[in-house]
T-cell receptor, first 116, second 115 residues
Framework: NAGVTQTPKFRILKIGQSMTLQCAQD?????MYWYRQDPGMGLKLIYY???????DKGEVPNGYNVSRSTTEDFPLRLELAAPSQTSVYFC???????????????FGPGTRLTVL | AQKITQTQPGMFVQEKEAVTLDCTYDTSDPSYGLFWYKQPSSGEMIFLIYQGSYDQQNATEGRYSLNFQKARKSANLVISASQLGDSAMYFC????????????FGTGTSLTVIP
């Protein structure tokens, strides 16, 4: 049981380049999330998904795209990288199947992205 | 308005002493959950403790307890008998049932345990 995995761990991009951050979970969680964490700050939600084929914007979606074709995978796409996208990106997943507010988020190890 | 507010950017505590990290929240949803996460310098997010809005008792997990004051909308984390390994960033988070299950995080508190 690997939990939430993210690749790559580190990446340096040039301005204008594109890349996809990969995220996968093997816990059969229906909800998945992408966050960014800028230095010394908390997490800001970029996009989230409530199940395969369904995605929605979070607080800071501009410059990113997502897709969710399977329950397990939730890739994040940066189309035209900008220095403002230098950050640490966390993928997370959780299960929601009732009216309970429990079910913590499980986080991946993060991807450290630098745009120069 | 901020959903989660952590007003202490940095805190210091002597080893073996107790420390309280503050968290206030803002919601009109009657059903919500409150979480605390620890982020050591290595960067991973570690779940510590959970409190549901309908829970009557304060949550406890080992040396961690959550001081839940619903009327004041506060959910402070208490760490007893601090250890050097407790030095880390601590984030308070909230999950609202009514907003499609989004999580909201505070800006964090950096805790340093002094030997």
């Amino acid at each position: 049981n690997a939990g939430v995995t993210q690749t790559p761990k580190f990446r340096i991009l040039k301005i204008g380049q594109s890349m996809t951050l990969q995220c996968a979970q093997d816990m059969n969680h229906n909800y998945m999330y992408w966050y960014r964490q800028d230095p010394g700050m908390g997490l800001k939600l970029i996009y989230y998904s409530v199940g395969a084929g369904i995605t929605d914007k979070g607080e800071v979606p501009n410059g990113y795209n997502v897709s969710r074709s399977t329950t397990e995978d939730f890739p994040l796409r940066l189309e035209l990288a900008a220095p403002s996208q230098t950050s640490v990106y966390f993928c997370a997943s959780s299960y929601y199947g009732s009216q309970s507010s429990y079910n913590e988020q499980f986080f991946g190890p993060g991807t450290r992205l630098t745009v120069l | 308005a901020q959903k989660i507010t952590q007003t202490q950017p940095g805190m210091f505590v002597q080893e073996k002493e107790a420390v309280t990290l503050d968290c206030t929240y803002d919601t009109s949803d009657p059903s919500y959950g409150l979480f605390w996460y620890k982020q050591p310098s290595s960067g991973e997010m570690i779940f510590l403790i959970y409190q549901g809005s309908y829970d009557q008792q304060n949550a406890t997990e080992g040396r961690y307890s959550l001081n839940f004051q619903k009327a004041r909308k506060s959910a402070n984390l208490v760490i007893s008998a601090s250890q050097l390994g407790d030095s880390a960033m601590y984030f308070c988070a909230m999950r609202e049932i009514g907003t499609g299950n989004q999580f909201y995080f505070g800006t964090g508190t950096s805790l340093t345990v002094i030997p």
